[in-house]
């Protein structure tokens, strides 16, 4: 498996899309997740989406269908015991069509039959929300019809490598132990939470602290 995107919790409509947009991304499409209460501002890039969400509607995020995915908890409880990151993951092999980690299955309002979202078992709330996206896809490799821009202003073409520093002491999850085995994604216990995002193996050597507006650092 390989990353397809990682969501960050933040403050409604997400005015730390802003910041992104002043450092030189280009915004793509944003939208609103049916029965599940959240709503989005997206950036795209060749391998890769980051997603800021936030809630919009405490009902339905916290309904019988929604509510394990302790959205509620992540966006509008919040609290530095709390990740606000969620992680989505996509298939490598056309027929890997499982997550590898121990999960359960999402059937999200705004998914058509027979698409699911696999959601990591038996996580702290202080780490990521582990998922596992089946039929997903390169933004790259979309249709042109439905191509986001995924050109920038910096220039950021593909996530090679990403670490997630999660506040909680050892251990952290089975999932998280596959995640690091299998993946270059590394989760790793610290005393804070926060993304760290490498493109193109950062060999230009810059980078850019998105803090105290997001838990973001992204090397380039």
């Not at 997400?14 to 002043?22: I, N, R």
């Not at 391998?47 to 509607?57: K, S």
């Not at 269908?65 to 993951?89: A, D, H, Q, V, W």
């Amino acid at each position: 498996m390989e990353l397809d995107h990682i969501f960050i919790c933040t403050d409604k409509n997400a005015p730390a899309a802003d910041v992104l947009v002043d450092f030189g991304l280009v915004e793509g499409s944003s939208n609103v997740h049916p029965g599940q209460g959240t709503a989005n501002r997206r950036f795209f890039f060749h391998n890769f989406m980051l997603e800021l969400i936030w809630g919009e509607n405490i009902e339905e995020m916290t309904s019988e269908n929604t509510k394990p995915m302790r959205l509620y908890e992540k966006c509008i409880l919040r609290g530095s015991e709390i990740s606000p990151f969620g992680l989505g993951f996509r298939k490598t092999n056309e027929t890997d069509n499982k997550a590898p980690f121990p999960a359960w299955d999402y059937r999200p309002a705004y998914l058509p039959d027979p698409l699911i979202v696999q959601v990591a078992s038996d996580t702290k709330i202080s780490e990521p929300t582990y998922f596992y996206l089946f039929f997903a896809a390169r933004q790259d490799s979309a249709g042109s019809k439905k191509l986001e821009p995924l050109e920038h202003k910096i220039p950021l073409r593909e996530v090679t490598s990403a670490t997630l520093f999660v506040n909680q002491k050892p251990p952290i999850s089975d999932a998280a132990h596959i995640i690091n085995r299998t993946t270059y994604v590394k989760i790793e216990p610290a005393d804070e939470n926060l993304l760290e995002l490498n493109f193109d193996n950062a060999t230009r050597c810059k980078q850019k602290n998105f803090r105290p507006y997001l838990p973001l650092i992204i090397k380039w």
